[in-house]
Structures are given as C-alpha cells and as structure tokens.
C-alpha cells in the first residue's frame, strides 16, 4: 500500500511540473489544448484517451485530441447530441459513467459509438468567469477504471486549463485597449495639428477650427481623422 501511494504522490508531482511549464503568453488556444491532452495522457496512461473542447458540445470553438479514438468518441456525443460531455456542460459538473456505451441516461449515444474501444468515461467541466468554458473528456478502454486520484487529477488539470485561458483572454483585451488607446492618442495629434493649420489658414479660434473639420467630414463622409490626416499631408485644401 505504502508503495502505490508513493507512485501516486511521485505521479501528482510530474503533474504539477507539467502543468507549470505551460506558457502563460502562449500563441494560441490550440496549443494550449494540445498541451492538456499530452499532459493528461501522461499522467494517466496510454489506455484513456484524452480529448477537451471550448464553447458549446454541440459546436466547439477550439479543440484538442490526443488521439483517433478520443477525436471518434466526441464525434458520437455530437452526432447523438447528448453524452456525458453534455451533460457535463449543462450542468457545470464532473460526470461519470461506467460504461459508456450502456449508460441509460443517453440512450441514442449507444448506435452512434459504433467499434469504438471505450468503458469507463469522465467529463469534466472546464469553468470560467463570465467568459464560457469547455469540458475535459477522458476515455477509458474496456476493463480501465478511473478512480477517484485520477478524478482529482482531471479536476487539477481542468482548474490549470481555465487559469491559463482566462490569463490568455485578459492579455488579449490588455493588447487591444492598448492598441485602441493608441490609436486614439494619434487621432488626437492630427486633430490638433490640423486644427492648428485651418486656425492659422483662416485666422480663426481653435473650436472655429474643430467646426471645420466637422463640417467637411460630414460633406466628404470621411473619418475625422482622416480628413484631418488630409490636411496635415496637404492633400484637402478646404
């Protein structure tokens, strides 16, 4: 006994280097998923397969698999639009079943899983904040169990996953404030030098100026800006 926790705790710790080296910036959302599934697959052996999913079970955003059988397996669920990936979803809870194939709570998935090797099954949801989530999906051949250390170690990896994206999503809409706060301070600069040409031009004050390049905005429907870019390059006149 003393000798199979020890493997389990050496196993949790390969986990949380694993899940440690994940990039907080990665490039994208595929990678990230990718990761998940090699992680996950590592941690519980070559006989689950391993899949996850963002957004809804019936039309994902972005997807992950680990292998053919796992990519088959979601492609039931879908088909038979129910399964415990579903239900995960819907209920925002991990779910788990036995035997997938018999399970009475999704009596169309059965004919829709076909030859595919599969027992035991684990949904887990993948939960964010205000943003939707996914669901971590584990597959288990005929005859492999998932006990309890593994559902906590899908629920580790499920907790990472959303913390990894909710950073990647803060990051992004950091990037494009910035990119409109920059856009708008460089607006902000033609303006005022064009407004400081059409205030010298015609001998007028500065909201004089700003008036005419209202006006021929509104004449050429153009952009503020770009009328203003016009003038400073002196290609509008009036």
């Known amino acids: 006994m003393d000798g199979v926790r020890a493997a389990a705790s050496a196993g949790l710790v390969d986990l949380f280097s694993e899940l440690s080296r994940i990039p907080l910036h ?19 052996g070559p006989d689950v397969a391993v899949s996850v999913f963002l957004g809804e079970p019936s039309s994902p955003k972005h997807v ?34 036995e035997d997938l194939r018999s399970d009475s709570r999704w009596p169309h998935l059965a004919e829709r899983i076909g030859r595919a090797e599969v027992g ?45 994206l909710q950073e990647m999503d803060e990051k992004a809409e950091l990037e494009t404030l910035a990119d409109q706060l920059q856009e708008a301070l460089q607006s902000r ?23 005419r390049l209202v006006e021929l905005s509104s004449k050429s429907n153009v952009k503020l800006r770009e009328v203003a870019r016009h003038i400073v390059d002196g290609t509008t006149h009036r």
């Open 120 to 164: 035991m099954a684990m949904a887990v949801p993948v939960l964010r904040e205000d943003r939707g989530g996914g669901v971590l999906n584990l597959y288990a051949r005929p005859g492999r169990l998932l006990d309890d250390e593994e559902s906590r170690v899908a629920g580790l990896v499920a907790d990472t996953l959303a913390a990894v």
């Open 64 to 97: 992950g698999w680990d292998c053919g059988r796992a990519q088959e397996l979601d492609g039931a669920q879908m088909v038979a639009a129910e399964g415990p990936s579903f239900t995960a979803w819907e209920t925002g809870a991990t779910v788990t079943t």
């Open 26 to 44: 990665p490039p994208d959302k595929h990678e990230v998923l990718s990761m998940i599934t090699s992680i996950c697959v590592h941690a519980l």
């Open 189 to 211: 600069a033609v303006i005022d030098q064009a407004k400081g040409m059409i205030m010298l031009r015609e001998h007028c004050d500065a909201d004089a100026a700003f008036r």
